[in-house]
């Protein structure tokens, strides 16, 4: 599979706190790819780092065929890197479809027909926001907000959808809505990041898991070798390795 996103030896680090610590992460064309991990391993801040919202201190990024090291985000998001952030981060006193037009503000003005197809299409996908097309997104439900977030990323057109924490706050249900359409889009060629603290979720819908520890990546393999590794069960799953 080529390689969509390249990164390699990448630091991040606040004042003398170094959270990323020389990171190695590759995402295939096309794959649907994960990061586990527990509080405070620095998911986030790789995350913000990929993104371009802060600049990391070391290492070297390539994105679609070119060196994006050091881009700030609207270059990423140009470049076709989206970020869902941890948190979703919606404006609440924005509407639905202002939240998700946001999203497309770097081509609103050349791409009118496109956006429209896009916000169609988000629309499709959710179509709880289409019913709520014009309420204010603080009015939404946690759930609903996330669909949000994830339209909003969608809106970029992007090559690589980066997720941090699909999962924070939401009761089961919700997620067992919001996982399917990630697998879906995946389906559709869409390439995907996914943060995860609920490492059983994540370890299901990807394809390929990176296990993120005090700043490094501690494992990477098949998600499906993954679930079954007893370092994994133990410390992410919270279980014992079934007897052999
Ligand atoms: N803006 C900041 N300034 C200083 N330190 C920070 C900042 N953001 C994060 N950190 C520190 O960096 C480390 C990694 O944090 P990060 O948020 O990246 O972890 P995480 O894996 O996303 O955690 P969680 O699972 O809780 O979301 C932590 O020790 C945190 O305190
Ligand atoms: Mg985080």
Redesign the pocket.
Known sequence: MSALLEVVGLSVA??R?E?VRGVDLRVGQGEFVGVI??????????MRALAGVVRPAAGHMRFAGADVTGLPSHRMVAAGFALVP?GRQVFADQTVEDNLLLGAYHRIGRDRAGVGEDLARVFTLFPRLAERRRQLAGTLSGGEQQMLAIGRGLLARPRLLAID?LSLGLAPRVLEQLFPVLTALNRDGLSILLVE?MASYALTVTARTYV?EQGRMLLEGRSRDLARDPRVLAAYLGRHAAAP
Request: hydrophobic content about 30%; overall charge negative; cysteine-free.
């Open positions: 606040y004042g706190i959270a991990g527990s509080n405070g391993a620095g998911k986030t801040s790789l941890e924490e603290q993120m």
